[in-house]
């Protein structure tokens, strides 16, 4: 390794790329109440994430690709719409295990990818597709340095993700989960966790 490269992965470091956030109990925002975020990227441009606990409605796989006008005749496998964030809400991002790629597909680490094509949610449709995924719309986006001034204001814990409570864990109870993650209750947290 080159002392460049050494410099930059010191740099990104202190990034939360394939980390998880999870909105403090005061948090004023009521699209982050509870929410747990799966961070998908974080460097010097800011960063983006997808909601893992909030459902977009009733809508499904089937009902997106009826609506992209995409075949569905012989789907296999229809899951939930996830609301990934108020951000770009008509594009669509799928959180899977690493055991399917695709040429757009991209690693986040941990055996966790991101493919943002609709090739994948034909796959899924099919049954060809990722054994663990999580389909969402829109995503969560931070400005350059943004994330790390709402992290210092206590409006987020961190905790390591893991595909337990990526794709394992119901829906409603990611965040209670992860809390407890941490080895603490949502009752003992206040707005001054955190702060020394």
Not at 37 to 44: Q, R
Not at 80 to 87: K, S
Not at 120 to 133: F, M, T, V, Y
């Amino acid at each position: 390794m080159t002392e460049k490269d050494k410099s930059k992965q010191e740099e990104l470091s202190g990034y939360l790329t394939g980390q998880l956030l999870l909105a403090m109990p005061h948090m004023q925002d009521p699209r982050y109440e509870k929410a747990v975020i799966f961070i998908c990227g974080h460097d010097t441009n800011g960063a983006m994430g997808l909601v893992i606990n909030k459902h977009l409605g009733d809508l499904t796989l089937k009902g997106l690709l009826d609506y992209l006008n995409l075949p569905q005749e012989t789907i296999k496998r229809d899951l939930p719409i996830f609301f990934g964030g108020p951000v770009d809400s008509g594009r669509g991002f799928v959180l899977h295990s690493d055991d399917f790629t695709h040429p757009g597909t991209v690693s986040l680490g941990n055996h966790i990818s991101l493919t943002a094509t609709v090739d994948i949610l034909q796959s899924i449709a099919d049954g060809n597709g990722p054994k663990e995924c999580l389909l969402a719309m829109g995503y969560v986006g931070w400005a350059p340095g943004q994330l790390d001034t709402e992290l210092h204001s206590n409006r987020w814990l961190q905790i390591e993700a893991d595909k337990e409570l990526l794709f394992e864990v119901p829906v409603e109870k990611r965040w209670e989960k992860a809390i407890s993650k941490l080895g603490v209750t949502p009752e003992s947290l206040s707005e001054d966790f955190g702060q020394a």
